[in-house]
């Protein structure tokens, strides 16, 4: 909108239109449409009595402030459940309930013919988004990614950590102080809040909890990064310092538990574990160095 070519044609046709600017067309006005038609979808799913019979497939639309439509229903008995026909029958729904223009997503489950419908049908709908259903995409993930050795050998190596983890006391304690120290807190605040609405003071400064409770967690990270990096240098089985490890690990594991009530620092934990986790996967086999 900021173009100089854009705003000339606009000024020819329109005159009096003011545009709005980049600002405005990716904040309030993009936000604004979202609203409107984020839930416009049309949902296609199929159901068989038994494996290897005909499919019967669905097509629902989702509309946004209403229940869901049912618009069709199609018997594949007879036919391949190819992308091609599944692109032809749902072009025809497409045009038998006038959804062109209307419908701003279309989602199925996730076999390779379905995906391969999503590009055939956003060629011919470049404005209609074509995705896969997350709880189909959820039950792949446990019924076919967690089969793979690489995944069950990670598995298996945990359970140790993990009974640790639950025959240890020192993590709930830990917990149990943290969490009667945010209740402290939190009556102390209340208390405050309470004293200036009756024109009183309270002695003494309220703690701030979730400051406190993000340098613990950055203190925690740093020990970590600390440990990884000596067992790097000193090329030892990593593993095999299963002791001094979850010693190590039991506090910080136990801090993100107790970062469930200050929500403004969850988002900090989450990336943090995301970076131990990169650097548990350089420590147990070749690649770069940890940083």
Request: charged share 20%; proline share 4%; aromatic share 6%.
């Amino acid at each position: 909108m900021e173009n100089e070519t854009t705003k000339a044609f606009f000024n020819k046709f329109i005159p009096h239109l003011k545009l709005p600017s980049r600002y405005e067309l990716s904040g309030s006005l993009l936000i604004a449409l979202y609203i409107t038609v984020m839930m416009d979808v049309t949902v296609m799913d199929g159901w068989a009595k038994s494996l290897g019979a005909a499919h019967l497939l669905g097509v629902c639309a989702v509309l946004a402030g209403r229940v869901s439509v049912f618009l069709d229903v199609i018997n594949t008995a007879g036919h391949s459940a190819t992308s091609e026909l599944m692109l032809i029958e749902m072009l025809g729904v497409i045009e038998k309930h006038d959804l062109a223009g209307k419908v701003c997503a279309v989602v199925t489950d996730t076999p390779t013919p379905m995906r391969k419908l999503w590009r055939l049908l956003e060629e011919r709908h470049p404005r209609m988004l074509c995705v896969g259903c997350h709880a189909h995409i959820i039950n792949l993930y446990f019924t076919k990614i967690l089969l793979l050795h690489a995944f069950k050998e990670h598995i298996n190596q945990a359970k140790e950590v993990v009974q640790y983890f639950t025959h240890l006391s020192l993590p709930h304690e830990l917990l149990r102080q943290q969490r009667a120290a945010l209740a402290a807190s939190h009556n102390l605040a209340a208390t405050a809040a309470a004293a200036r609405a009756d024109g009183t003071t309270v002695v003494g400064a309220v703690p701030a909890p979730k400051v406190e409770l993000k340098q613990m967690s950055q203190t925690r990270f740093a020990s970590l990064y600390d440990m990884l990096q000596s067992v790097q240098d000193n090329k030892q089985d990593f593993w095999a310092k299963n002791e001094w490890l979850v010693g190590t690990l039991a506090p910080a594991a136990k801090l993100v538990e107790a970062l469930q009530a200050d929500s403004a620092n969850l988002a900090h934990v989450h990336f943090g574990l995301m970076a131990v986790e990169g650097a548990l996967d350089r420590t147990t086999s070749p690649g770069p160095q940890l940083p």
